[in-house]
């Protein structure tokens, strides 16, 4: 059971909450989000239906919880939704293009990643600042460094930045520079972690741990939403299995599976599930036919000398290449009109 | 190494090279194909290369192997190949639709459901006689009595059929009804009918088994080819995972992954799959998008009365939308014609 | 709903039970064992349960199937099952050491690897004359040839041969040399083959496939038990994920889960779910302390040379330390003779 | 390449590496342990090796990593270790229990159940105050309260305390209360919190990702390392698979693969791999057997009532076979004495 509690709630009323539930002999967990605490409660459930708290102080809702997620599933909100990242739309009417390179490397390299992401449509710019990397003496990023260049890079070509965050306490600092907060697929259930970025007031970008089940990813993004924050977009970007000839295994099926369940966009990475560059152009093809909201994928102006992932990055020609096909594949797919064209002002 | 006996080769030129082999201390394995010998070596490789077999009466080609699979392979033949079904082409110019019920269970349902497929533009219909399933007490099939089914309603439609064979003992008899021979996803490694398909004649649609590798697959199919039929078409089908949204995982990067390997056709089968009609139209515009020569989807008059996979076959409004967004996506992609528009006279 | 038939029922006995289904809307689907013959019903059980089939002639007994799997389950056989090879005994009193060439090579191979595992305390031998392997250019085992030489080593030590069949067709033969049948894991779910074994009466070790779930073992050790055979040895042999470290992952907790669904004995086999001789000594004692009934391992008097599978063959000084592992575990757990001490009079 | 600086190495001593570094074209990246500085190189390794940094001033060596990991590997102490938490051995010699609740709940249900643990033999008591949960709505864990609570039991008992940490920020709290620090499987790769584990001064246990490689298991290990703290033992608890009669499927092949590869100790979790009570018996024998150097299980007093993993939990019957059937296989297997013989004055 969750009980919500309005906006001017006091401290009291929650104490008085909590009293009420241990009386009872159960237990009373409270969440303090930015915008509104919620109280989980564990214990005799059908015992605390007879308490009451509905008409209690403070109290905005009690909800009797049967899913193990609520806010991002579909019947809480039944339309899909469009999340805005500085006025650049990601959702059921457009098809959006992030694009940038894996790692930041030099201000030249991500200006010039950014320029050719830019001209190929992509109307948000990704780029890693923050890397986690399996073995500690690999390229670990920049850091706030990075976080600079992104910015930097910004003011020049206008375009947004999303960049991935790996701990709870660099949050509020990478927030301060990015305008899209991403959890890569190590970090999926770092539940700390997903807590801090449901704060931090920026839209989410939250990748599929590569082992985890689909809803397993619905209870991460649970976590962001019950801190107040519904701005997230899911990215699929490949799981674990026994085949080798790809990096990982491009579960496109999450797509359709993931829109009967939740109302939140859902991108795909054709990048880092292939891990090869050969796969990333017929992959996006088949996410937008898959009716996915877009896609996210690595560019880098000289991949054989990217510190990080250059074997699947793009190069200029692929670019062409990719934003004719989706936008021949938006307009058969009835999706109007690529992001890149759909911007609002922010 | 691999020694190809030329077509008027005696059993006295095998008979001196297997002697020739063995005196180097080797071991040689004679396959006997319809059209053609060959006579496979294993040992000192260098040492057998001394021995000049090239120069030997009867023998066409010495090759040595360093390859898993050869005769399948994109470097055999440059260009991707296209396989005729009675005349019903599967290749790169085309986007085939195969479909048709699970199991073959009544004429009438039969013939239902090829007049439904032929309508949403299916030029070949599916449809199972001999049904693998893990169960001894789940309907296994009507045998050849659903063969026969099968053959009057293509008579009935003009629909060449598809259906599997489970046994090599049984290939005979299935050739006799079948325009294409379908080798399951528990067969993939039954080395012994993929020999016998080999041999029968017909075209041959090779699923992936559900834990195999592209490697293993591709390798399957250099089983059948060794026998001299090269008319083969992969379909990927799904593989097994860890998710349990779906009965298994598509593994869509297979399409382009086995395109650059192998110059044969692949086809999708979104329905075995997903397991869920809900998820069919989505991963079948995913399929075509991705660059595969058609999908072959389950379709059932009456699904809630299927004695096999009901939950998961379309029914005649699907169709109808399946057909216009194979349409549109053959046309974006630049496969001008969908099957149906280009069968050749057989 | 299964009927089955009493040993001296008539063909116009099966013909009235098929009629009566018929007319009832269902189906019948007649199984001809070679001791019994099994009608199978699918349709509406409610109303069959109405026709009162077990008054008919004929007729032994009828039974509604819940379960997937019935004949090789623990409630139809309340204590766990002892399979006899020619005398040796698989089962729950001892611990059973089957070892052997994972190919039969050559006359001298074979003695020399049987003298080694016999030393070693192995009572049954095993050795590959068919061997299934994923590409066609691999060598594919001698055939009857090897079978020759395995019954020839037989006479001369003493051991029963353990050897794998692979196609339906050539059961019979295989059955005229072989002591037990074995099914590998990529004919698991060969059901054709299943059947034949079912019926060749020479007990069956069936090792799991490797991407099966336990209950489709199960379900593959039904069709054999099916054909009136319940002398069936389950072998786990590592099943696929993503860990590269070992060929396979050795599934040791499906011991454990087997028996607590099945009667039947199982066993463990390390050489091929590790693919490495290193692993085999530790994993055999996690076999039999897990409380499998026995384990099966690769032996080669010159692993250097041979032609399948090598780097996991056991040698000499293994043989021996494993040996005295598998005494001093059997004390332990209380499985006080090894097989090698309690072989009865065939 | 990797500079290790000494001790007393001056920041102006890493600033000149570090510019040697950048004028020859390569990038470095400091790392600040508790007790060294460590200077990563990334570039032409080549180059480097010219450039003599060995004998630049506050250099304590200079390593060439061609491994992924080092301080770890086998390579690098040439026999295995033991980790001692405040006097209880974890290593060859030795087989330890570790056992306690899954959650902290109450003072009087973690009394009982290290009482319980206490019986058998368990020599360290485990218990969770920090839960790491799929869902937002499930029982987090008592946090700083569950922790007070374990250190009164282990003040009551005796038993030193193992527990996990879920984010870095709480590192330093939770080492205040705790005798060995838990790193659970979903922040096997939260490298941030490897790194603050690595500082805290305490031992580490580190539970292997749920689908992590054996690879990524080492290096995560490596991660700690790195940072100065040399006293980890690494956890098997299970990855995932496809199988589902089984939360997880034990790898018990990766205790031998790990010690062929680092000299760190190596522990299993049986409750945890399976998630069922009737499993832990069998598995925790096949750890022993198999060479691990000891098992974590589950217990509570009152299973039904737990608030997490009650059907995995060992009750009191359970845990004196256990403890009974630990002993006999130490004495087997030749580690002479369990660590409830062994503990060394602290």
């Known amino acids: 059971m969750v009980i919500v509690l309005a906006a001017d709630a006091t401290e009291s009323d929650v104490e008085a909450i909590v009293d009420r539930v241990v009386n009872a002999g159960g237990e009373a967990f409270v969440s303090r989000g930015v915008s509104r605490v919620i109280v989980g409660l564990v214990g005799d459930v059908d015992r605390f239906e007879t308490l009451n708290f509905g008409a209690m102080p403070g109290v905005h809702s009690v909800t009797r919880i049967s899913a193990k997620y609520k806010l991002v599933s579909l019947e809480h909100r039944q339309e899909r939704s469009t999340v805005y990242v500085r006025g650049v739309p990601i959702g059921p009417d457009t098809v959006t293009l992030i694009a940038g390179p894996c790692a930041v490397e030099t201000p030249e390299q991500t200006l010039e990643a950014a320029r050719m992401a830019q001209a190929a449509g992509a109307t948000l710019l990704r780029g890693g600042a923050f890397k986690p990397r399996s073995s500690p003496y690999a390229f670990q990023g920049l850091g706030e460094l990075g976080l600079r260049i992104l910015a930097d890079v910004r003011d020049e070509t206008g375009l947004p930045v999303v960049t991935e965050v790996v701990s709870a306490q660099d949050v509020e600092m990478v927030a301060r520079y990015a305008d899209m907060l991403q959890i890569g697929t190590r970090n999926m259930q770092n539940f700390g972690l997903l807590q801090a970025v449901g704060e931090a007031g920026k839209p989410v970008l939250l990748k599929r741990g590569m082992s985890a089940s689909i809803e397993e990813w619905l209870m991460a993004a649970e976590y962001v939403a019950q801190r107040g924050n ?117």
């Open 230 to 346: 519904l701005d997230i977009v899911l990215c699929e970007r490949g799981i674990r299995t026994f085949e080798t000839a790809t990096r990982n295994t491009l579960d496109i099926s999450a797509v359709p599976v993931v829109q009967g369940l939740s109302h939140l966009p859902v991108m795909i990475d054709p990048s880092h599930s292939g891990g090869r560059r050969d796969l990333v152009l017929p992959l996006s093809r088949a996410a937008i036919a898959v009716g996915a909201d877009g896609v996210l994928v690595d560019v880098h102006p000289h991949p054989e000398q990217a510190l990080c992932d250059g074997p699947q990055a793009l190069v200029a020609d692929d670019l062409r290449i990719l934003q004719r096909s989706l936008e021949d594949l938006a307009g058969v797919l009835g999706r109007g009109v690529p992001s890149w064209r759909s911007r609002r002002a922010a």
